[in-house]
């Protein structure tokens, strides 16, 4: 009797943060779900890390908003 394979499912939240260390304050701030599979612990979370797009909407909401920020500074 074969037993089904080992797959291991991760989704966590991805915090980001562009912080301004010198004063203590928060410039920007972004939460992303990112979701992973694989054979192992490690392989589903590196699918989902390699998941993240630089194309992603939120993350660039994210960098822009940091930006204005450090130039309103």
Partial sequence: MANAPV?????FDLNLYLIDAF???ILASESIL???SGK???ESFLTAFRSISTSNKDINAFVEKGKKKIVEY
């Fill in 7 to 11: 797959f291991v499912l991760t989704e």
């Fill in 23 to 25: 004063n203590k304050n």
């Fill in 34 to 36: 990112i979701k992973g």
């Fill in 40 to 42: 192992s612990e490690n």
